[in-house]
């Protein structure tokens, strides 16, 4: 069973070999999931320009383009949850599609289950962050110092009025924290997560990125403090409007 969507989500999947593409949409269908397969780069950024969706998988491995170009011009136009295939068992890659903006990844050769599994979880998170807060449902802007961030629009204003980009996963995690300031929120947390590989550097990537585009010295961080051996704490008063 899928989370109860309306309209149910939009998945693509951008894989050029049709067996996989074939497997792993089956694989969606048969948990609920309705994706559709696309087989080059430039097509699936057309389509998300049209449409955008609400994740997609991208293969790195691509005839047209590089994968990873491909995930940096859907977060720079059309933000969305992604999911990275890769057959590249390298670190460095996986490190590279996070600081992207990627919210995970999956190696092949893949478990069907696990690719679902991952799917479910990615989608429970945005779902999370989009649902209003019972105690001030109509506000959607945050206020921090001389920032604004709008959550229904995922804008965040800077202090001299312009608006700097974030990824769809840098925009959750930044809500997350937003909703509960001055807390210690740990990785688990973090990522609507119960059981979170303690080798998992998603978190810690979206992190120095929000770090660097708030202008939150990494070294000697203001706003977002890592608490050793617990989480992060977003150290700031945040007001609603």
Not at 48 to 77: H, T, W
Not at 91 to 109: S, W
Request: hydrophobic content about 40%; overall charge negative.
């Amino acid at each position: 069973m899928t989370d109860t969507l309306l309209p149910p989500p939009q998945i693509l999947v951008l894989e050029d070999e049709p067996d996989i593409a074939k497997l792993i949409c089956s694989a969606l269908a048969g948990y609920g999931f309705h994706a559709e397969h696309v087989a080059t780069g430039r097509e699936l950024l057309a389509r998300a320009r049209q449409s955008p969706p609400d994740l997609v998988i991208v293969d790195l491995g691509l005839p047209d383009m590089d994968g990873m170009q491909v995930v940096r011009e859907l977060q720079d136009g059309s933000p969305c949850a992604v999911l990275i295939l890769t057959g590249r068992n390298d670190v460095t890659d996986r490190v590279l599609g996070l600081e992207l903006g990627a919210d995970d990844y999956i190696v092949k050769p893949f478990e069907p289950r696990e690719l679902v599994a991952r799917v479910r979880s990615i989608l429970r998170r945005y779902l999370r962050a989009a649902a209003p807060e019972a105690e001030a449902p109509e506000r959607n802007v945050a206020v921090f110092g001389t920032w604004r961030f709008d959550s229904a629009r995922h804008t965040l204003i800077g202090p001299d009025g312009g608006e700097v980009g974030l990824s769809a996963a840098e925009a959750v995690l930044l809500l997350a924290l937003l909703r509960r300031p001055n807390k210690i929120l740990s990785r688990e947390q973090l990522l609507g997560e119960r059981d979170v590989d303690p080798f998992d550097r998603s978190i810690d990537v979206r992190i120095s990125r929000l770090r660097r585009k708030l202008d939150d010295d990494p070294h000697s961080p203001k706003l977002i403090k890592t608490v050793y051996g617990a989480g992060y704490l977003f150290s700031a008063q945040v007001s609603w409007e």
